[in-house]
T-cell receptor, first 112, second 112 residues
Framework: SQTIHQWPATLVQPVGSPLSLECTVEGTSNPNLYWYRQAAGRGLQLLFYSIGIDQISSEVPQNLSASRPQDRQFILSSKKLLLSDSGFYLC???????????FGNGTRLTVT | GQSLEQPSEVTAVEGAIVQMNCTYQTSGFYGLSWYQQHDGGAPTFLSYNALDGLEETGRFSSFLSRSDSYGYLLLQELQMTDSASYFCAVREGYNQGGKLIFGHGTELSVKP
């Protein structure tokens, strides 16, 4: 079965600092990978998704970027964090079929 | 535009039955999924409907009517541990490039 590894679990960063969140996938090859953000008490906002290495689609123009240097690695980055970047970031993946989405345990980011 | 509408809160009594609704308006539709998220945790997959009708998995059932752009999740024999947020999600694409758009979720509180 598919497992999504995501770290760190919590992160506190000052405004203007860079960000790098990494996600790796086990149990499936050539997965579709996703980054979602969840504000407190809200739904999941799709930020980026990828169907393959170096193939990234951005859903919401903003202060973040994503990269997929390897088949099972998906990275979320920012050069300069804003206060509004605070939230719960979730990496998710699914196989190239009708399988459901599997989520990592998330990173709770607080920008101060 | 894309939108999924869910009631924000539902309260029910232990042992009872509860129905949580979802209406959607999306540019593509390849199925409706339901996810459960406990406070502070990651969403986990519950059910998926690609075709009209009812899907049953234990105490959970999910219904879809594509002509009405409507679905619901039914929970029977409610338990205190069912207290969580429940999200419906529409799959907008098929296989490669397919992405899930989530609603804002319904927070279910189960009372003794």
């Amino acid at each position: 079965s598919q497992t999504i590894h995501q770290w760190p679990a919590t992160l506190v960063q000052p405004v203007g600092s860079p960000l790098s969140l990494e996600c790796t996938v086990e149990g499936t090859s050539n997965p579709n990978l996703y980054w979602y953000r969840q504000a407190a008490g809200r739904g999941l906002q799709l930020l980026f998704y990828s169907i393959g290495i170096d193939q990234i689609s951005s859903e919401v123009p903003q202060n973040l970027s994503a990269s997929r240097p390897q088949d099972r690695q998906f990275i979320l980055s920012s050069k300069k964090l804003l206060l509004s970047d605070s939230g719960f970031y979730l990496c998710a993946g699914k196989g190239q079929d009708n399988s459901p989405l599997h989520f990592g345990n998330g990173t709770r980011l607080t920008v101060t | 535009g894309q939108s999924l509408e869910q009631p924000s809160e539902v309260t029910a009594v232990e042992g009872a039955i509860v129905q949580m609704n979802c209406t959607y308006q999306t540019s593509g539709f390849y199925g409706l999924s339901w996810y459960q998220q406990h406070d502070g945790g990651a969403p986990t997959f519950l059910s998926y409907n690609a075709l009209d009708g009812l899907e049953e998995t234990g105490r959970f059932s999910s219904f879809l009517s594509r002509s009405d752009s409507y679905g619901y999740l039914l929970l029977q024999e409610l338990q205190m541990t069912d207290s969580a947020s429940y999200f419906c999600a529409v799959r907008e694409g098929y296989n490669q490039g397919g992405k899930l758009i989530f609603g804002h979720g319904t927070e279910l509180s189960v009372k003794p």
